[in-house]
């Protein structure tokens, strides 16, 4: 006889726990599962001595019932229960009552599951929440349902990403961005066809796991303006999608829609990146909110002084246990799911250095938590990104813990890339080796190893870092004290908004220097969201508090941000389409083809590159071979000239038959100022060419 399979599960309820038959959980599925005919519920906690499930009714204060635990549903230190008869799963919002010695583990407290899928008390960005709930941030169940039909990651080669930074809210919200629900995943993707049309192939979002936007918010005292905590930066739950950046957050769908921006992504060929937080959580010091991690095991979840107070690597009161055992199987859970339910395709780490620390801050040559994310099979494919530094000082960017997997935001390209345009002295050499994908750093790996950047959400934006020698962060109401003081930027002889013509001018030729640096740089490029607009931020360099048009992405056009838009995308374009610029790896000077090398460097005279003090000129040619029939070459010539005199400067050779296109001039008017891919005109002088002042030429060439 064949026993049918629903009557050979094991999933009848053996208890009743105030009138709710249940059963002991499976402790091997964290948080809140669905299984057959009930939810399983699971929380791992070595402090307390008792656990309580609480259930609510959405949107209603007090529970409608409290399940105590009993100690036999407890293995090692994780309680678990399986509940039946649950009624209206969409409507049901859960949480844990713990209670032990700890004095952070008391049952007056109701605290979040760790695990949450998704998260609700802030559905609806800036709507004021009940502030005498103490129960502000309620756990929800997410259905796995959503429908991925034949969804494929692009998995492009690392090499050859061109990553976009950019805000969920912020890219969409300003009123001119025409999308049905502006500020929302579902408003980004209407935007795709942009990011398809500027040539980007990654878009990276700043953090989208559930942040409180009312965490410190305040009034501007001056303006009346309501501050928040846009970026995102202190993170409330790891597993649950910020439901504010829904436009179906307040029904419960945010993750349907967050699935849905990344399905669309990849069918245009983009991948997308997140942007992370294991540094800290938004429960900060003592004197922060208890949330969850803190009321189940503090000293297991921060690192603790032996004082008992928390370390604070991260500059905001708390410091994640990374290299905790505990805290890494998180970590690793957390990432594998992105990758698996929402199709995530990398990760960028916010102050990694943090991961690289022991339990007691001391750095670590080999952090355990880092080696397991490089190996992980579930986490093979993606791109791992590291901010290598932290709050405390630990800089490890080239020395950052790699093994073979890591790239890293590249701060000495940002740097030497803004020194070299502003014409600093003694930085041509300096540029050279932070060019060609900072093989000093990066020896024996690939130049993607460097993530190249000139601006990201910290710091001035690419308009304002040419038009603003100092930051300028009054609205921020800390008195122009917070923000960095080390841009390395220049306003070409006016502070901020200027009706100069020849200042204009200047900084829009900067503007271009820059991009074209970037992008013909080997290593990753990454464009900050509204730079190809030439958007501005009013002179702020840390815009962290503001949901208003300061951090908007403005849609409205004109002639700046029309030329620069059509400058970058046709930058993408050239970067992709000349292997000579992304090339795999660091060049080595051999020859592609009988007295032409991979590499050559130059100066006036060709061949004769000038790496003294007083140099501003970089000129470097570029040569690697085509798909195709064996023999044809790629050639790419860049000159940069940052001194504020023109410069006459000798071309190096090309075998007979090949002959320089123009490829991109920043010293033009547009149109003038770039070409699309395959309308290059002929150089009319193939000998040598003029770099004017403080401009960028590019020449490229097809030896068959």
């Not at 192939?201 to 303006?225: C, H, K, W, Y």
């Not at 891919?677 to 030429?697: F, K, M, W």
């Amino acid at each position: 006889m064949t026993i049918p399979l629903i009557d050979r599960i094991d999933s009848y309820p053996t208890h009743k726990i105030s009138g709710f038959p249940v059963r002991h959980g499976n402790p091997l599925l964290p948080g809140a599962t669905f299984t057959h005919g009930g939810v399983n519920f699971s929380v791992s906690s070595e402090n307390a001595t008792s656990i309580s499930l609480v259930l609510f009714k959405r949107g209603e204060r007090e529970p409608y019932a409290e399940l105590p635990l009993p100690d036999t549903f407890r293995t090692g230190h994780i309680w678990s229960v399986t509940v039946y008869d649950l009624d209206n799963l969409d409507d049901l919002e859960y949480g844990f009552r713990a209670g032990g010695p700890d004095p952070n583990c008391s049952p007056d407290r109701i605290l979040s599951d760790p695990y949450a899928k998704l998260v609700s008390g802030r559905e609806v960005w800036g709507q004021d929440p009940d502030w005498s709930d103490p129960y502000q941030h309620r756990s929800r169940l997410m259905f796995h349902d959503f429908h991925w039909g034949d969804d494929t990651p692009p998995r492009i080669p690392r090499e050859q990403l061109i990553i976009y930074e950019a805000h969920v809210r912020g890219f969409t919200r300003h009123p001119s961005s025409g999308v049905s629900a502006p500020g929302t995943y579902a408003g980004l993707r209407e935007k795709i066809p942009y990011l398809k049309s500027i040539g980007v192939n990654a878009l990276e979002l700043m953090p989208i796991f559930e942040f409180d936007e009312f965490e410190n918010s305040r009034v501007n005292q001056e303006t009346g303006e309501r501050l928040y905590n846009f970026w995102g930066y202190s993170t409330v739950s790891f597993y649950a999608p910020k439901a504010g950046y829904a436009a179906s957050g307040r029904y419960g769908m945010a993750g349907d829609e967050l699935k849905a921006l990344v399905r669309e992504c990849h069918a245009n060929g983009i991948e997308v990146i997140l942007d992370v937080v294991f540094n800290h959580t938004a429960e900060g010091n003592h004197e922060g909110p208890t949330i969850s991690f803190k009321g189940l095991d503090n000293d297991v979840w921060y690192m603790m002084t032996p004082e008992g107070y928390y370390y604070n690597f991260s500059g905001t009161g708390n410091t994640m246990n990374c290299n905790h055992p505990v805290v890494r199987e998180f970590v690793l859970d957390c990432l594998r799911y992105w990758v698996v339910e929402y199709h995530i395709d990398g990760f960028r780490f916010d102050l990694a250095a943090i991961m690289t620390r022991d339990v007691d801050g001391t750095p670590l040559p080999n952090p355990p938590l880092l080696q397991e994310l490089a190996y992980d099979p579930l986490l093979r494919g993606c791109i791992l990104i590291a901010e290598a530094w932290d709050a405390a000082g630990l800089y490890e960017v080239g020395s950052f813990p790699n093994y073979h997997r890591w790239s890293e935001w590249n701060g000495r390209y940002r740097d030497t890339v803004r020194r070299f345009v502003k014409g600093d002295p003694g930085m041509a050499g300096e540029m050279a080796t932070r060019y060609v994908g900072s093989p000093d750093m990066y020896a024996g790996r690939s130049p993607a190893a460097s993530i190249n950047f000139i601006t990201a959400h910290d710091g001035f934006t690419l308009h304002d870092l040419v038009s603003y020698n100092d930051k300028h962060n009054e609205a921020n109401g800390e008195g122009n004290r917070d923000g960095g003081n080390d841009d390395n930027s220049w306003n070409c002889g006016a502070e901020g908004p200027t009706d100069d013509p020849e200042i204009g001018e200047l900084r829009r030729r900067q503007m271009k220097n820059l991009l074209t640096l970037l992008m013909t740089s080997q290593g990753i490029p990454m464009i900050l969201a509204g730079d190809e607009r030439a958007r501005t931020q009013w002179g702020n360099n840390n815009a962290y508090c503001h949901d208003s048009e300061l951090s908007w992405v403005d849609w409205s056009g004109g002639d700046l941000a029309e030329e620069m838009t059509r400058f970058t995308s046709h930058l993408t374009r050239l970067r992709s389409a000349h292997p000579a610029v992304h090339a795999l790896e660091h060049p080595t000077g051999r020859e592609v083809l009988p007295g032409l090398p991979e590499i050559s460097w130059h100066g006036v005279a060709a061949y004769s590159p000038d790496w003294s003090q007083e140099s501003r000129l970089l000129a470097v040619m570029r040569c690697a071979p085509l798909e195709g029939p064996e023999g044809d070459v790629d050639c790419v010539y860049v000159a940069s000239n940052a001194h504020w005199e023109g410069r006459e400067v000798e071309l190096p050779w090309l075998p007979e038959g090949a002959l320089w296109r123009v490829a991109a001039d920043t010293s033009a008017a547009a149109p003038g100022d770039v070409f699309p891919i395959g309308e290059e005109p002929i150089l009319g002088d193939q000998r040598s060419i003029r770099v004017n002042a403080r401009s960028t030429v590019v020449l490229c060439s097809r030896i068959s």
